[in-house]
């Protein structure tokens, strides 16, 4: 199985920050990642697909870039409603397996 | 509007059987990839499987093979996953999901629902 690495684990920032986020990937996966976001208490939100797709109805705000192994999500200005949990996924090869998560919190 | 309203989560003992089920609307069931997405207590997300739009291809982790079999039927818009051989380990919110195709991830998701496998 693929396994998906994120950094930092959890993080601490302000509203109007900018936030990155990246995931490693122990195989080359071209561009097959996706980013999600949940909030607690519900189910996630797809947010990027295919690395840098912008999912319908997501602000501009959130971008992805990459490629290979080695990929980011960045926040350009963190909004109240961004502080949630994060998993980048690859579906590059069965099983489509998720990183373990960056928790972003309000500083 | 998309909906997908997952059903059929409860307690069960350890070494016991449990369906789960899915009920799709809003959109044409019979054209899309769908997914379960699991999701233990206080934990990440974990991938289980997914089904092909017409039902002919199901792919899955290896930790349920031999346990867990999923299915759809088109006719009735629902997704099914039926549990046997159920583990504590097996404890998890169960989410039901749409694919965006079969390598663009999920696009949405359920509400979940929750299995609890104890004694």
């Known amino acids: 199985d693929i396994q998906l690495t994120q950094s930092p684990s959890s993080l601490s920032a302000s509203v109007g920050d900018r936030v990155t986020i990246t995931c490693r990937t122990s195989q080359n996966i071209a561009s097959y990642l996706n980013w999600y976001h949940q909030r607690p208490g519900k189910a996630p939100n797809l947010l990027i697909y295919?690395?840098?797709h912008l999912q319908s109805g997501v602000p501009p705000r959130f971008s992805g870039s990459g490629s290979g192994t080695d990929f980011t999500l960045t926040i350009s200005s963190l909004q109240p409603e961004d502080f949630a949990t994060y998993y980048c996924q690859q579906s590059s090869s069965i099983p489509y397996t998720f990183g373990q998560g960056t928790k972003v919190e309000i500083k | 509007e998309v909906q997908l309203v997952e059903s059929g989560g409860g307690l069960v003992q350890p070494g016991g059987s449990l369906r789960v089920s899915c009920a799709a609307s809003?959109?044409?069931?019979?054209?899309?990839?769908m997914t379960w997405v699991r999701q233990a207590p206080g934990k990440g997300l974990e991938w289980l499987a997914n089904i092909k739009d017409d039902g002919s291809e199901t792919n899955f982790v290896d930790s349920v093979k031999g346990r867990f079999t999923f299915s759809r039927d088109n006719a009735k818009n629902s997704l099914y996953v039926q549990m046997s051989s159920l583990r504590v380990d097996d404890t998890a919110v169960y989410y039901c999901t749409r694919g965006r195709g079969s390598h663009y991830g999920v696009d949405y998701w359920g509400p979940g629902t929750l299995v609890t496998v104890s004694s």
């Open positions: 809003g959109f044409t069931f019979s054209s899309y990839w």
């Open positions: 295919a690395t840098s």
